[in-house]
C-alpha cells in the first residue's frame, strides 16, 4: 500500500492477501511470525525481503512502515542502531508478566531527508528495520520509557526495535524464529532478500551434449536453484 507519487495520495490497495496462520511468537522481544494462508501471485511482483540475526550494529538503514494506517513510509537513520535503554520492564500480555530486556531492543532516532523528518507513529508497531546491508534486523515495539513526540518534534523521536539475535533462540521451542527462518538447522547467520521475478535461468531448450551450457542469474547468496531434464533432454522445470 504505498503512494503512486510524492505527493502522498493514496495508493491501490488492489494487491492484498488476506488470512494468515500465527507460526512462533514471544513477548520478551515482542515478536510474531505470521504465514499467508494462501500464495503470493506472481503479478504481484514482490520482494522477499532478508534478515539478519546477529547482535551486530548498523550505522544506518531504514524502517519501512504505515504510521496511523497510511500509505507506506520510509523512515531513515544515519547514526548507530544500539541496545536499547528505554526498556527493562515489565509487561503483562494477557497471560503473565514478561520482562523486556533492554538488551532484546535496537533503539534508534530518526534523521531528516528532502521529504521531511523520519519518525514513527501509532499504526507503525511490527514494521521491519532494516540494516545498511538492506536485511531485516527488527521489528518495531514503540517509544518504551523514551520519548515518543512522533510529528510534534521529530527529531527527538525514538524507535525500539525487537532484535531477530533475541528472537532467535526465543524463550523456548515454541517461541522462537530459529525452527521457521533456518528449518533445516544450517547455522545460516544472514540471507539477503530478493524478488523472484529476477532469478533467470537461461539456455537451449534442448539439451544436446553433455557441455550444453545455460546462464543462472539473480539468484541470492546463499541460495541454491535445482531444475530437471526429462527423458528425451528438454528442460521440463525449474524451482
Not at 215 to 235: E, F
Amino acid at each position: 500500500y504505498e503512494s503512486p507519487t510524492c505527493n502522498g495520495a493514496d495508493g491501490s490497495v488492489s494487491q492484498s492477501i488476506s488470512g494468515a496462520n500465527v507460526r512462533t511468537t514471544s513477548t520478551p522481544s515482542d515478536f510474531s511470525l505470521l504465514e499467508l494462508s494462501s500464495g503470493i501471485p506472481d503479478s504481484y511482483d514482490v520482494f522477499y525481503a532478508g534478515w539478519d540475526r546477529r547482535n551486530l550494529t548498523s550505522n544506518s538503514g531504514v524502517g519501512i512502515h504505515h504510521p496511523m494506517g497510511d500509505v507506506k513510509k520510509i523512515s531513515t537513520y544515519n547514526v548507530t542502531a544500539i541496545d536499547s535503554n528505554c526498556m527493562d520492564f515489565n509487561r503483562d500480555n494477557g497471560c503473565g508478566n514478561f520482562f523486556l530486556p533492554n538488551a532484546n531492543f535496537w533503539r534508534v532516532n530518526w534523521m531528516a531527508t528532502a521529504n521531511g523528518h523520519s519518525v514513527t507513529e501509532g499504526g507503525s508497531s511490527g514494521s521491519p528495520l532494516f540494516n545498511s546491508q538492506s536485511r531485516i534486523v527488527g521489528q518495531l515495539w514503540g517509544a518504551g520509557f523514551c520519548n515518543n513526540s512522533n510529528c510534534t518534534n521529530p527529531s527527538t523521536d525514538t524507535g525500539n526495535y525487537g532484535k531477530i539475535f533475541a528472537s532467535w533462540d526465543g524463550l523456548n521451542t515454541t517461541s522462537r524464529l530459529r525452527d521457521w527462518l533456518d528449518p533445516l538447522n544450517t547455522g545460516q547467520m544472514f540471507l539477503d532478500g530478493y524478488n523472484p521475478s529476477e532469478i533467470s535461468l537461461t539456455g537451449p531448450s534442448t539439451v544436446c551434449t553433455t557441455d550444453t551450457s545455460f546462464t543462472l542469474s539473480g539468484v541470492p547468496t546463499g541460495q541454491t536453484v535445482s531444475w530437471s531434464v526429462s527423458s528425451n533432454l528438454q528442460l521440463v522445470s525449474s524451482n
